[in-house]
């Protein structure tokens, strides 16, 4: 007879790992303790060894869905006492090490009780459980306790009181447990105040179905709904919310709701039905935009999700006709709804009740409402199955603050990002915290929210940075709040270059030290010259790179204002093949197209860019599509859709130049695309011949330098038939290929590899 002391850390707060614990300690016949603290969960155990043995083997082996462990220490200790029972004692506070879970979806058991009337949560919208439900987006600090959440002003009923204590209930210490008797309520508001309706659920899907727009409260911040089939609704949604283009996500209550429509494989269903519950992007059927007019325009895969709050769930049992049970959830549903972000155009998500009657009374008919505290800003997340694995595109809910290990401990480090899909990173010990999407730092709204996050991620974490890294751009605003902050801390600020933190971020995720090539290549970042760079092979050695080589620059004519207007890339790469004569005639619908060959031939405020986004832009304007962007990105999108569509086509020859000092002259491709009748065949082959030239060249650089490891980053990487095609040349050439999967490839991922190069510089 031993007692042994155990600390468990990772992810075990808030996922039901005490009761857990209790439940596997008395079947073992083991008696002790377990708590929480700020470290994470700490036991004493007290039986034979062998039993002992057994009992840390199962923590592991059987321990709950939700549950991540990181780390288990255990030492022997002296039998002071000898133990009778195994309790469950109180928290205790001090100095955080572990941190809390990720908000996840309703679980089915919940959804068991949720859908049975004779259950006393019966259609209540914040049924949950420790295995389901809101973690992050409710939690002030840490120990993950009630006080510490929005779930303090409800104390709970008798009968929630009861489970909460009870060993062997699912509710046992699940902080936002609550019911219809204690717990927050659901209401419907419109510009005149509340409306008094005798079911929220009903009236709200009232008014959805007749073409009414509802900001509902969820879990992160609220969303804008309307019927996705109503274009008449789906217009005034995008002329309401500015939003011209940019594609919108579509919930439906399971796939088999949108199978005529969308073409899903076994990983994407896989996705879809996670806890997670992300919008995971899928390809249209050939009906899909006559179904769903003005969802996704020009594109070639549609954005789907999953309910994944009981209040979502609700919508659709309503519309079901409140059916009994759950054996409705995976049938065909009628019901298909909008579910985008309710932001007015670029801002940051609403999350509390009086911000939405103020930021969204222009944009909303009507508002489902409750009264539970949304403490943190965290959006949907976003991702596409490449290659049979999950690629973020946008990296959010039930996803942070899930920490990216780290191959090595080393000192905490704020990285705040860069300036578009901003996203900030804290690492502690040998984890890495990235937050969540908090996007383009171009209004005040955003910025705040920058500063929100930073104190909030810190606060959580109890992290006090030794260093605050950031782009090399003095004009960001992530940029002006590093320095701030490294002044006010006295701490020191590094400067890092904005693709070496690509290439550095998908290192940091696989743990890459050494010498490694990289292929960076997005829409633009500031060069160690001062000039705009975006398609670049980097010899990346920790906090070191140099540039070996890089696309041949093309004039940007307006300077920023040509990344916004793919015609103008197009009119450059006109002017660099030496056919300036056709500019004004192939672009006579742009007023500026007349003097634009003037612009470029005298040099007037056209900086040279290296960026692979241009080119794509260059391609997409010399092709008649999207002249000019409602959202970033959008040219090389519909590019990439027509690509899709279009299917495998040959590789161009003599598309590409190798330069005598690395530079990759695309001009050739551009060439041939100018001369082009057929814009999807076209994209196709632009597609196939870029892969090959982006290989070709990577293989020669990589021959020369001696390096056989590539990493692939940067937003171009979002471009799946671009990534597809030279990761598997590449591969086939017998390169160890690396991308990135823990994080977005684009800006979004940014931070990561900040504080990755932090780490190495510090």
């Known amino acids: ?150 779930m303090a002003p409800f104390p709970l009923c008798p009968a929630c009181a009861q489970e909460y204590r009870n060993l062997a209930d699912r509710r046992f210490h699940a902080e936002s447990t609550a ?51 109503n274009a008449a609704t789906i217009a005034r949604l995008r002329e309401r919310k500015q939003r011209d283009a940019k594609p919108f996500a579509l919930m439906a209550a399971n796939l088999a709701s949108l199978a005529p429509w969308i073409e899903a494989e076994t990983a994407e269903q896989q996705q879809i039905d996670s806890p997670e519950r992300p919008i995971v992007l ?34 659709f049992h309503e519309a079901a006709g409140r059916p009994e049970g759950t054996d409705w959830l995976d049938a065909p549903q009628n019901l298909i709804l909008v579910m985008t972000s ?43 199955l490449e290659n049979g694995q999950a690629q973020f595109i946008r990296r959010a809910r039930a996803y942070t603050p899930r920490a990216i290990r780290l191959p090595k401990h080393g000192p905490s480090i704020l990285a705040l990002g860069g300036h578009f899909k901003n996203t900030l990173c804290v690492t502690r010990g040998q984890e890495a915290y990235l937050s969540q999407h908090i996007g383009s730092l171009d209004n005040p709204a955003t910025c705040a929210m920058l500063q929100e996050i930073t104190d909030h991620l810190l606060d959580i974490l109890q992290v006090q940075p030794k260093y605050i890294a950031h782009d090399l751009h003095p004009d960001f605003y992530s940029t002006r709040l590093a320095l701030e902050l490294a002044d006010k801390w006295q701490i020191p600020a590094l400067g890092i270059q904005h693709h070496h933190a690509h290439i550095a971020a998908v290192m940091a995720e696989h743990g890459l030290t050494g010498p490694t090539l990289g292929i960076a290549l997005d829409g633009v970042g500031l060069g160690t010259d001062g000039q705009a760079w975006g398609g670049e092979l980097l010899c990346v050695d920790g906090a070191q790179f140099t540039r070996i080589g890089h696309l041949t620059p093309l004039p940007l004519p307006g300077g920023d204002k040509a990344a916004r207007e793919p015609w ?80 495998a086509h040959a590789i161009w020859p003599n598309s590409y130049t190798l330069g005598p000092k690395g530079e990759l002259d695309l ?60 990761r598997s040349t590449l591969s086939a050439r017998g390169f160890s290929v690396f991308e990135a999967r823990q994080i977005p490839p684009n800006d979004g991922g940014l931070a990561l590899g900040q504080a990755w190069i932090a780490r190495q510089e510090s």
Request: some cysteine.
């Open 1 to 150: 007879m031993i007692q042994r002391h155990l600390r468990i850390t990772g992810t075990v707060q808030g996922v039901g790992f005490r009761p857990f614990v209790w439940h596997l300690a008395t079947g073992l016949g083991l008696a002790g303790w377990v708590r929480n603290d700020a470290e994470g969960v700490e036991c004493v155990v007290q039986g034979e060894i062998t039993t002992l043995d057994q009992f840390a083997q199962r923590l592991r082996t059987d321990a709950p869905p939700r549950a991540e462990i990181q780390e288990i220490t255990l030492s022997d200790i002296p039998l002071d006492a000898c133990l009778s029972e195994f309790t469950i004692l109180d928290s205790t506070p001090g100095q955080a090490t572990t941190m809390i879970g990720v908000d996840t979806a309703t679980c089915t058991a919940c959804l068991a009780e949720l859908f049975n009337p004779t259950d006393r949560r019966y259609r209540y919208p914040f049924i949950n459980c420790t295995h389901c439900g809101p973690r992050y987006t409710l939690t002030r600090q840490l120990p993950y306790d009630r006080a510490q959440t929005s």
């Open 568 to 647: 103008r890339m197009a009119a450059a790469a006109l002017f660099k093949l030496g056919r300036s004569v056709e500019i004004a005639t192939r672009f006579a619908d742009q007023p500026a197209a007349s003097h634009l060959a003037n612009i470029l031939q005298r040099d007037l405020h056209c900086p040279p860019t290296s960026s692979l986004g241009r080119y794509f832009d260059a391609a997409a304007g010399l092709l008649g599509i999207c002249p000019i962007q409602s959202f970033e990105g959008q040219a090389a999108m519909q590019l990439e859709g027509l690509a899709e569509k279009a299917g």
């Open 282 to 315: 899928m390809r249209k059927r050939p009906d899909t935009d006559t179904a769903f007019p003005g969802i996704a325009p020009g594109l070639a895969w549609l954005g789907v999700m999953r309910p994944y709050t009981p209040i979502h769930w609700l919508l």
């Open 667 to 726: 001009l050739p491709l551009l060439n041939r695309l100018a001369n082009s009748k057929d814009p999807k065949t076209s994209a196709a082959h632009f597609h196939a011949s870029l892969a090959a030239a982006l290989a070709d060249w990577t293989q020669t650089l990589a021959a020369a330098h001696n390096l056989n490891r590539i990493v692939l980053g940067g937003g171009c990487f979002l471009n799946q038939v671009l990534t597809q095609s030279l």
């Open 342 to 384: 309710a932001n007015p155009g670029g801002e940051p998500l609403v999350i509390n009740n009086g911000e939405a009657r103020s930021r969204l009374a222009s944009i909303a008919d009507a508002f489902l409402m409750h009264d539970r505290d949304i403490v943190v800003r965290c959006d949907d997340s976003v991702l596409r």
């Open 179 to 229: 019911c219809a008797a204690c717990g927050p309520a659901l209401w419907v508001e419109n510009s005149t105040g509340r409306c008094p309706v005798d079911d929220p659920i009903t009236d709200t899907l009232t008014r959805l179905k007749a073409g009414e727009i509802v900001a509902i409260k969820g879990l992160g911040g609220f969303h804008l709904a309307c019927d996705a089939r």
